[in-house]
């Protein structure tokens, strides 16, 4: 029997690199992709799986109750992967509510209809659906922030310091909250930043790429020395599959690449990249537009995962190292630009 597994916000950054590897690794999935096509949304970076024929996209909004009690009468999802999220910082701290609305009550949404259609009563399952499962994905960011030694484990107290970080705190405790009340089988994942291919154009790398093609000033926030946990996007993308499937029900896994690096580092390997690739006609090197700007409101200085839990009981390591992850990105986003 084919098994539907409803993904939220797959057509946002971590989403869209995760559906098409779903859908071919597994085939005997139906993929429902729903997303609500926000800003960060993009369904060209979906046309690798289109029109495969165990993926069908629908447009929506994980906050519609009744769209989402549809979804899973039509298709008996059986599986809930939870990418949807308002996840962008200075956008949280201009307009919190979204993050809110989105983050809290999207969460609580489709953890409360998956109850209803998967369990009978507390701690009683129905029939059936002893397998079926929700996985949320979290941020390292609900930890708050590091001094200059240490690491984020599982363990660590929340301690979130935006309103972004603070909506993703209260989704994660909406989920434990009903696996210790309901009984039901969940996972969470808390992942340090991500990079790669199909980054919305607001992130850091794909802006700093963007900004110096154009010969633009090149923005670091204050003296660029906070520091960045950096996970390549396909690496979370199969520690999540693997959480999915082999995780303890219940339990909470922190995804990071060891790859730790401050922001002014991350701006001059894009620049020593840029001018291997695309020299400036000018002759001078990229670097010469890094410019630096007031420091964000409340920017956490460090974050840093440790990943053993994930490494030891489930096996996941990943493939890419920063040094091997940001030339793929960087190759990836001049492609995309030659394209235009």
């Known amino acids: 029997m084919t098994k539907s597994i409803l993904v939220t916000g797959g057509a946002g950054f971590i989403g869209s690199n995760f559906v098409p590897y779903f859908c071919k690794k597994y085939p005997e999935y139906h993929v429902i992709n729903i997303d609500k096509l926000t800003y960060a949304g993009d369904l060209n970076n979906l046309k690798d799986c289109e029109n495969d ?10 906050c519609d109750e009744k769209l989402i009690e549809d979804l899973f009468i039509k298709y008996d999802i059986r599986g809930v ?56 994905i979290s941020t390292d960011e609900v930890y708050g922030t590091l001094g200059e030694t240490g690491y984020f484990k599982e363990t660590t107290p929340y301690a979130p310091n935006s309103p972004y970080s603070s909506s993703k705190a209260g989704s994660d405790f909406i989920v434990r909250a009903y696996h210790h009340t309901y009984g039901m089988n969940v996972t969470t994942s808390n992942c340090s930043n991500n990079y790669g291919p199909k980054q919305n154009h607001e992130k850091l ?109 489930l096996g996941w390591k990943p493939d890419e190292t920063f040094d091997t992850g940001i030339v793929k990105t960087v190759d990836w986003y001049l492609k995309q630009m030659k394209a235009k």
């Not at 060891?258 to 002759?283: A, F, M, S, W």
């Not at 630096?292 to 956490?300: E, I, P, Q």
Request: hydrophobic share 35%; glycine share 8%.
């Open 53 to 62: 024929p165990n993926y069908t996209f629908v447009q929506g909004d994980i």
């Open 81 to 136: 992967i939870h990418f949807a999220a308002e996840s962008h910082v200075d956008n949280s701290i201009k307009g919190p509510k979204v993050f809110m609305e989105t983050n809290l009550m999207g969460t609580f949404n489709l953890i409360e209809t998956a109850r209803r259609y998967w369990m009978e009563a507390p701690g009683k399952v129905k029939p059936g659906y002893e397998d079926a499962r929700l996985h949320h």
């Open 205 to 313: 790398i794909p802006h700093i790429i963007e900004f110096a093609l154009q010969l633009k000033n090149l923005p670091v926030y204050g003296k660029g020395i906070n520091v960045r946990d950096w996970l390549y996007v396909l690496d979370h993308c199969k520690a999540v599959d693997l959480i999915f499937h082999k995780g303890v029900s219940g339990e909470t896994y922190n995804i990071g690449g060891h790859n730790e690096r401050n922001n002014i580092t991350i701006v001059n390997t894009i620049c020593e990249i840029l001018d291997k690739e695309v020299p400036r006609q000018d002759g001078k090197s990229y670097k010469e537009l890094i410019t630096f700007v007031t420091d964000r409101a409340g920017h956490d200085l460090r974050y840093a995962i440790d990943p053993d839990k994930i490494v030891n009981e």
